[in-house]
């Protein structure tokens, strides 16, 4: 069946280092959503990408999704302790041609600590 | 603001016990989930509903079963607590349209004793 892997399954940054999140399907999506849960939280939408290539910000997090709608990473540029907590990306693909059912993939997330 | 909230923040039951889990959302979202949560698994979609009265098997249905009678009302229902049910259950809703973002509730942490 269609799978999302996600990788690293943990990273552990220095508070201003950068980091990386990477997410790969088995399918071609139909879009790639980003969620992040903060320690004790549930998760919560970030963003949505939908085009081939496409590149969107949101202040310090660059999100990308891949060529070939298959991959997606999230990179936080100068990390804050803010940005503790497990990042999911979720891949979504049509389960028939032109419909509307299909199945939101959940990645198993990366968790990030930042050591002040 | 969506709003999702789930009856119980923290929630105890003995083996054999039939527990709900409730969850209502007040954005007229036609979707409606239920995730379990276990570390090192991730997100895991146990069922779903694309309308009232309406559900379809996610990925481990085994031992559970839902209920949608209202728009705004999903329930999950553990006919049989075991011990291997012990997790956090995360509620979520949409609009409807394919690959729309979730809103999740704060979730319930069962514990099955």
């Known amino acids: 069946g269609q799978q999302v892997m996600q990788i690293p399954q943990y990273q552990h940054v220095q508070e201003g280092e950068d980091f990386t999140t990477y997410c790969n399907s088995s399918?071609?999506?139909?879009?790639i959503q980003w969620y992040k849960q903060r320690p004790g939280g549930h998760p919560v939408f970030l963003i949505q990408?939908?085009?081939?290539?496409e590149v969107k910000k949101q202040k310090r997090l660059t999100f990308q999704f891949g060529e070939a709608k298959k991959n997606s990473s999230l990179h936080i540029t100068a990390t804050q302790t803010t940005d503790v907590g497990t990042y999911f990306c979720?891949?979504?693909?049509?389960?028939?041609?032109?419909?509307?059912?299909?199945?939101?993939?959940f990645g198993k997330g990366t968790k990030l600590s930042v050591k002040p | 603001d969506v709003k999702v909230t789930q009856s119980s923040r923290y929630l105890v039951k003995r083996t054999g016990e039939k527990v709900f889990l409730e969850c209502v959302q007040d954005?007229?979202?036609?979707?409606m989930f239920w995730y379990r949560q276990d570390p090192g698994l991730g997100l895991r979609l146990i069922y779903f509903?694309?309308?009232?009265?309406?559900?379809e098997k996610g990925d481990i249905p085994e031992g559970y079963s839902v209920s949608r009678e209202k728009k705004e009302r999903f329930s999950l229902i553990l006919e049989s607590a075991s011990t291997n049910q012990t997790s956090m259950y995360l509620c979520?809703?949409?609009?409807?349209?394919?690959?729309?973002?979730?809103?999740f509730g704060p979730g319930t942490r069962l514990t099955v004793t």
């Open positions: 954005m007229d979202h036609e979707n």
């Open positions: 509903s694309y309308d009232v009265k309406m559900k």
């Open positions: 399918t071609t999506l139909s879009n």
């Open positions: 979720a891949g979504w693909a049509r389960m028939n041609y032109g419909g509307s059912q299909g199945n939101l993939i």
């Open positions: 979520a809703s949409s609009w409807s349209g394919g690959g729309r973002e979730q809103y």
């Open positions: 990408l939908v085009k081939s290539g």
